[in-house]
Structures are given as structure tokens and as C-alpha cells.
């Protein structure tokens, strides 16, 4: 009996290794890869980089997600029918850019949306379809100005701003602000830290840049 048992963990412990590896290999090849403009590159930006692969199934459905320094992703299953996918959303601390797909039960996918991961600016091209499938309607948030969100990080980095970003918009709409922010000092009366920002301002009409 005891034997049989060592034999129904080891399987159980392999079982669920597994499936972690493939929810890993799931997420990132469907989310991080495919549908975003995440750079492949060495990080600086953080000393170290931890994650962890988890799944659940609660009242909202199965889900599957990896949770990390840089980055979070999930992959989330309809509550009534965990076969069917519901959403996928994927959220860029360092490149401050989050990423939405959600599906109809029917699997066709219902519409995808990018916005900023800080101040939910809306950035790239919002798709929406019908339930068959059709192409019902798009936003273009990159041809809304002559410098769009991503020709501003470019001109950021160039202008040597470094990452992780955090993109605002001036009161007047006319500029997008740039900024990388860092913690200086730790203060131990109010037990909080003092951040300070670097950044850049830059047109979005004619691509001219403060820092």
C-alpha cells in the first residue's frame, strides 16, 4: 500500500510539473511573444528577476498566470464553462504597456486593447469584432498624432532615458511625458521612500523634445 502511494505522488508531482512548464510555455508563447512589443534584452533596470507559474479555479473561472518583477500575465477560462478561453491580459511594468485580448465562447476573439500600464493612456491600434468573427470596428491611437507612443519611447531612449518608463500627458494634451523614476533614500519618519524622476517631454504634433 505504501508503494502504491510513493507511486501516486511521484506521478501527482510530475503531473503538475508539467503542466506549470506548459502553462509557463503557454502564456509566454500566446501573450509575451506574439502580442506585444516587449524587447528582448539583457534587464537592468532591476537587480534581480523572480516568477512564479500558478493556476487556480475559483468562482471567475480557471485561471492560469505568471506573476514577476517585470511583468504579469494571464490566461483566464469562461466561469461556466472552463474549456472555453475568456480572456488573456498581459501587463509591462518596464516598458508601461498593458495588453488586453478577450474571446467569445464560440472562440472567435471579441476585441484586443493596448493602453499605458500606469495612467491607461490608450496607445496602438483597439480592434472589435462580431460574434462570427468580422472585423466590426477599429481605433488608430497610433495616427491620432504625428508622434505616437511608441515613436516617443524611441526618441526617450535616444535622449538617454532609462527604463522602467512611465508615460503621462501634459495638461494641454500637446506633449507626452517620459519618465524613469528612482528610489533615492528611505525615510524612516514617514517609513516611505523618496522617489525622484528623470524625463523627457515631447511634442506630439512635431516630435520636438525637453528634458
Same mark, same amino acid.
Given at each position: 500500500m505504501k508503494k502504491i502511494f510513493l507511486i501516486f505522488l511521484v506521478a501527482l508531482f510530475v503531473g503538475c510539473k508539467t503542466e506549470t512548464n506548459k502553462i509557463k510555455q503557454e502564456s509566454e508563447n500566446s501573450i509575451v511573444r506574439k502580442?506585444?512589443?516587449?524587447?528582448?534584452?539583457?534587464?537592468?533596470?532591476?537587480?534581480?528577476?523572480?516568477?512564479?507559474?500558478?493556476?487556480?479555479?475559483?468562482?471567475?473561472?480557471?485561471?492560469?498566470?505568471?506573476?514577476?518583477?517585470?511583468?504579469?500575465?494571464?490566461?483566464?477560462?469562461?466561469?461556466?464553462?472552463?474549456?472555453k478561453l475568456w480572456f488573456k491580459h498581459y501587463d509591462d511594468f518596464v516598458n508601461d504597456t498593458t495588453f488586453f485580448k478577450e474571446y467569445y465562447k464560440?472562440? +472567435?476573439? !471579441? @476585441?484586443?486593447?493596448?493602453?499605458?500600464?500606469?495612467?491607461?493612456?490608450?496607445? =496602438?491600434?483597439?480592434?472589435?469584432?462580431?460574434?462570427?468573427?468580422?472585423?466590426?470596428?477599429t481605433l488608430d491611437f497610433d495616427n491620432k498624432y504625428y508622434v505616437s507612443f511608441q515613436k516617443a519611447i524611441t526618441i526617450a531612449k535616444v535622449n538617454g532615458i532609462k527604463k522602467p518608463f512611465e508615460t503621462q500627458i501634459s495638461g494641454d494634451s500637446t506633449c507626452?511625458?517620459?519618465?524613469?523614476?528612482? +528610489?533615492? !533614500? @528611505?525615510?524612516?519618519?514617514?517609513?516611505?521612500?523618496?522617489?525622484?524622476?528623470? =524625463?523627457?517631454?515631447?511634442?506630439?504634433?512635431?516630435?520636438?523634445?525637453?528634458?
Amino acid at each position: 500500500m505504501k508503494k502504491i502511494f510513493l507511486i501516486f505522488l511521484v506521478a501527482l508531482f510530475v503531473g503538475c510539473k508539467t503542466e506549470t512548464n506548459k502553462i509557463k510555455q503557454e502564456s509566454e508563447n500566446s501573450i509575451v511573444r506574439k502580442d506585444t512589443t516587449i524587447e528582448k534584452e539583457t534587464p537592468n533596470y532591476f537587480q534581480y528577476e523572480e516568477y512564479k507559474v500558478g493556476h487556480v479555479n475559483d468562482g471567475y473561472g480557471k485561471r492560469f498566470y505568471i506573476d514577476s518583477l517585470h511583468y504579469n500575465a494571464v490566461v483566464r477560462y469562461y466561469p461556466s464553462d472552463s474549456t472555453k478561453l475568456w480572456f488573456k491580459h498581459y501587463d509591462d511594468f518596464v516598458n508601461d504597456t498593458t495588453f488586453f485580448k478577450e474571446y467569445y465562447k464560440n472562440g +472567435n476573439l !471579441k @476585441f484586443i486593447k493596448k493602453k499605458t500600464y500606469h495612467n491607461f493612456i490608450p496607445i =496602438g491600434v483597439w480592434e472589435f469584432y462580431k460574434r462570427n468573427g468580422e472585423l466590426k470596428e477599429t481605433l488608430d491611437f497610433d495616427n491620432k498624432y504625428y508622434v505616437s507612443f511608441q515613436k516617443a519611447i524611441t526618441i526617450a531612449k535616444v535622449n538617454g532615458i532609462k527604463k522602467p518608463f512611465e508615460t503621462q500627458i501634459s495638461g494641454d494634451s500637446t506633449c507626452w511625458k517620459i519618465i524613469h523614476w528612482r +528610489n533615492v !533614500k @528611505f525615510d524612516s519618519l514617514s517609513n516611505r521612500g523618496l522617489d525622484v524622476g528623470s =524625463g523627457i517631454e515631447i511634442n506630439r504634433f512635431n516630435g520636438h523634445a525637453d528634458k
